[in-house]
C-alpha cells in the first residue's frame, strides 16, 4: 500500500481490522494518497461480513494533523479533487456496515479532528489534543466543522472553530467528541478492549442498526419514527432477532423456576 506521500497498513486481530496510517514525517497528514488508500480500504472490508469493527489509528506523536497544506496551494480543480476524496472517505465512514473507532494518541487537528468526529466511536489516550485550527492560517475549517458540529454541542464548537484553541482529551469526553479516555501506554489494549464490547453481538444487527441510528438522525422526529417503527418490525423478522428473543424468554423461564 505505498503512496507517494504516506500509506496505511492494515492488521487484523480476529474480527476486528485494524488501518494504521503512516504519514509520520508529515505528522500523519492526510494526503491525497492517504485518503484515497483510506476510501479504498474502506469499501473493500464494507463487503466483508466477517469483520464487524474498523479501528483507525496512527504512530508518533501526532495522530493526524489535518490536511497535507501543500496540497491546498494547487490549482483550484486539485484543491477541489482534493476536498472531494476527503469528503467522500468521510461519508464512507457512515455508510459502511462495521462500526469504525478512531484511537487517538497525541494531537488530532482540522482534517484530523474532523477524522476523529467522523467516526463512530472514539477513544484517546489522556495526552490526546483536538483543534481546528485553520482560522490561524486563513483557511477556516470549513469541512471539519460539519462532523464536530454533529459530536460537540454548538457553542463549544464554534469556540474551537473560531479560536483555534486546543480541547483537552478531559474536554473533548465532557463535550462528546470521545467516548473514552485511557492512559497513554494503554491505548491501544483499551481500544480492542472497547471493540471486543462490539464484536460480541451479531454483523447483520450491528449493520442494521448502525444504517437505522444515521438515516434516523436526518429526519424530523415524526418521520423518524416512522422510519425506525419499519425498521425494527423488519428486524424482528430477522432469525437474529427471533433466535435471541427466544434464549431470553427460556432464560427467564429458567430463572423463574430456580
Known amino acids: 500500500m505505498e503512496a507517494t506521500e504516506g500509506k496505511i497498513e492494515v492488521k487484523m486481530e480476529d474480527d476486528i481490522e485494524i488501518i494504521n496510517i503512516e504519514n509520520e514525517g508529515k505528522r500523519n497528514a492526510l494526503s491525497k494518497n492517504v485518503l484515497i488508500l483510506l476510501y479504498n480500504e474502506l469499501n473493500n472490508v464494507s463487503k466483508n461480513k466477517n469483520i464487524k469493527v474498523i479501528i483507525i489509528r496512527s504512530n508518533g506523536p501526532v495522530f493526524s494533523s489535518g490536511h497535507d497544506l501543500n496540497e491546498i496551494l494547487a490549482d483550484t480543480g486539485e484543491v477541489m479533487d482534493l476536498f472531494n476524496v476527503c469528503g467522500n472517505m468521510m461519508k464512507l465512514i457512515r455508510k459502511i456496515p462495521q462500526i469504525v473507532i478512531a484511537s487517538v494518541q497525541g494531537i488530532a487537528t482540522a482534517a484530523g479532528c474532523q477524522l476523529v468526529a467522523a467516526c463512530d466511536l472514539a477513544i484517546c489516550?489522556?495526552?490526546?489534543?483536538?483543534?481546528?485550527?485553520?482560522?490561524?492560517?486563513?483557511?477556516?475549517?470549513?469541512?471539519?466543522?460539519?462532523?464536530?458540529?454533529?459530536?460537540?454541542?454548538l457553542k463549544k464548537a464554534t469556540e474551537l472553530l473560531f479560536t483555534a484553541n486546543y480541547l483537552s482529551s478531559e474536554e473533548a469526553l465532557m463535550y462528546g467528541l470521545v467516548n473514552r479516555i485511557a492512559k497513554?501506554?494503554?491505548?491501544?489494549?483499551?481500544?480492542?478492549?472497547?471493540?471486543?464490547?462490539?464484536?460480541?453481538?451479531d454483523f447483520?444487527?450491528?449493520a442494521l442498526g448502525k444504517n437505522e441510528l444515521y438515516k434516523q438522525l436526518e429526519m424530523?422526529?415524526?418521520?423518524?419514527?416512522?422510519?425506525?417503527?419499519?425498521?425494527?418490525?423488519y428486524n424482528s423478522t430477522m432469525k437474529?432477532?427471533?433466535?435471541?428473543?427466544?434464549?431470553?424468554?427460556?432464560?427467564r423461564k429458567k430463572e423463574n423456576h430456580i
Open 220 to 233: 424530523n422526529a415524526e418521520n423518524a419514527l416512522d422510519f425506525a417503527t419499519n425498521v425494527i418490525v
Open 184 to 201: 497513554d501506554e494503554d491505548l491501544y489494549k483499551e481500544t480492542i478492549k472497547f471493540a471486543k464490547e462490539i464484536t460480541r453481538f
Open 204 to 206: 447483520n444487527v450491528i
Open 125 to 153: 489516550s489522556e495526552s490526546a489534543k483536538f483543534a481546528t485550527p485553520g482560522i490561524q492560517e486563513g483557511l477556516f475549517c470549513s469541512t471539519p466543522s460539519v462532523y464536530t458540529t454533529r459530536n460537540i454541542p
Open 240 to 251: 437474529e432477532a427471533k433466535e435471541g428473543i427466544n434464549n431470553f424468554l427460556h432464560r
